[in-house]
């Protein structure tokens, strides 16, 4: 990890203005792995400028595939692909690195890769998903660290049950069955926004797909996906870092190409905590808050409809300058909380054991040198860093930008001191 650089920021600004959301990563992943499945060029739109989408363009250069970018537009040609196999150093670059597998199967009959790397946030098995393609007749040796998958026949559709609704393993399946002869039943599936968002896309290149965002999905096959244009959409996690820095600097704050609905599982922990919010149509949401917030009662990651887990580690922050005790269960990942201690660093009390942590409120934070140890956590302390009194560093900048696009220049827009250097 590269710590020359660094976000220096000088807190105690107020957010004021309008910032735009810009695309899902976790949807736009998806979705260029979705692309080496189409015979021609897929046109993603909304597409965010992050390492991790970098890296997921390199894989598919990698495979045969020509990537190009114009503005928030990328573009894919998979008329060519030829490869199977994803190097084990583009396979460490991003965490959900493994949702090439079902894609890379169902167009090669084979795919060849390493174990995924990405941010540290304990076990995130696969073993779901290579159960539901064994189901569908993938052929699995695990060996070496590399997994060697072998589809002679083509995949074939399955009725699979996922023992827990894993985002991943549905998008896997998701991609498997789209190329797979006959019709595939997933029960106990993700309903996550960039689930529904990947079916919208997958429906476009011909599959059939019903009950996505619910516990039931049904994907009947197309023989030969034909590519499209997409939008992705908006990054639901970026607009609410976005709303706890502009809550704990008790600012103002409009957003624009947002999702409101899909922020259901923490847009009424802020209101609670004393926020105002409203939302408009077009994708408009404001937020003002111009004074101490309340600490929520005890709150629980779920996976979505719940409480998203990628949000729990800016609202630790947030609720560090808050009013009262907060308790946060982490139900999701056992190592998520990796956050804490830089927190401490900047003045909060807080603290953890095992999967829970206990926030006490401060009436104020103080800058310290801290350092990001995987995406969110790193959102959570530019988040209080904004809020801080005096002057704060924040190094492992490098897992920031793999989820927020340009996330200074963002914060600075809307009056935060914030500078990379």
Do not use: W
């Not at 396979?91 to 167009?107: D, P």
């Not at 947030?318 to 990796?338: D, H, K, P, Q, W």
């Not at 530019?382 to 220049?409: H, M």
Request: charged share 20%.
């Amino acid at each position: 990890m590269d710590n020359r650089r660094k976000f220096i920021v000088n807190g105690g600004r107020k957010l004021e203005g309008e910032l735009r959301v810009h695309g899902a990563k976790n949807s736009a992943l998806p979705l260029l792995s979705a692309a080496v499945l189409a015979h021609g060029e897929t046109v993603l739109h909304n597409c965010p400028e992050l390492t991790d989408v970098d890296a997921a363009c390199r894989i598919l250069t990698h495979l045969g595939c020509r990537c190009k970018r114009s503005g928030d537009t990328v573009t894919v040609d998979a008329t060519n692909v030829s490869g199977y196999e994803i190097p084990d150093a583009l396979m460490r670059e991003m965490r959900s690195s493994i949702v090439f597998l079902g894609a890379v199967l169902g167009r090669t009959g084979r795919c060849r890769l390493s174990f995924p790397g990405g941010c540290e946030l304990g076990a995130r098995p696969i073993d779901l998903h290579l159960a539901a393609l064994r189901q569908m007749g993938a052929e699995i040796a695990e060996e070496h660290g590399y997994l060697d998958c072998t589809a002679a026949g083509g995949l074939h559709g399955a009725k699979i049950t996922l023992s827990f609704p894993s985002v991943g393993a549905t998008e896997n399946i998701l991609l498997a069955a789209t190329s797979a002869k006959g019709f595939t039943e997933i029960h106990n599936a993700a309903r996550e926004p960039e689930i529904v968002d990947l079916a919208d896309c997958l429906g476009k290149f011909g599959a059939k797909i019903g009950g996505a965002g619910e516990s039931v999905i049904t994907v009947e096959g197309t023989p030969r996906a034909e590519p499209c244009e997409h939008s992705v959409i908006p990054d639901r996690i970026v607009a609410g870092t976005y709303l706890c820095a502009a809550a704990i600097t008790r600012g103002e704050l409009i957003l624009t190409k947002c999702e409101p609905r899909h922020m259901n599982g923490f847009i009424p922990v802020l209101e609670a905590m004393g926020a105002r919010i409203y939302t408009y149509g077009g994708g408009k949401m404001y937020l003002s808050c111009n004074k101490r917030l309340s600490a929520p009662p005890t709150v629980r990651t779920m996976p979505y409809p719940g409480f998203p887990t990628d949000i729990q580690a800016p609202f630790t922050a947030l609720c560090a300058t808050a009013e009262g005790t907060s308790v946060f269960v982490e139900t999701i990942f056992e190592n998520r909380f990796r956050h804490i201690p830089e927190l401490v660093r900047l003045g909060a009390s807080i603290k953890t054991e095992g999967r829970v942590c206990v926030v006490q409120g401060v009436k104020r934070l103080s800058g310290a040198k801290v350092c990001a140890a995987e995406l969110r956590g790193g959102a959570a302390l530019v988040t209080a860093a904004l809020a801080a009194e005096g002057t704060s560093e924040i190094t492992g900048l490098c897992y920031i930008d793999r989820g927020y696009e340009s996330l200074e220049g963002a914060l600075r827009s809307v009056g935060a001191d914030i500078k990379r250097v």
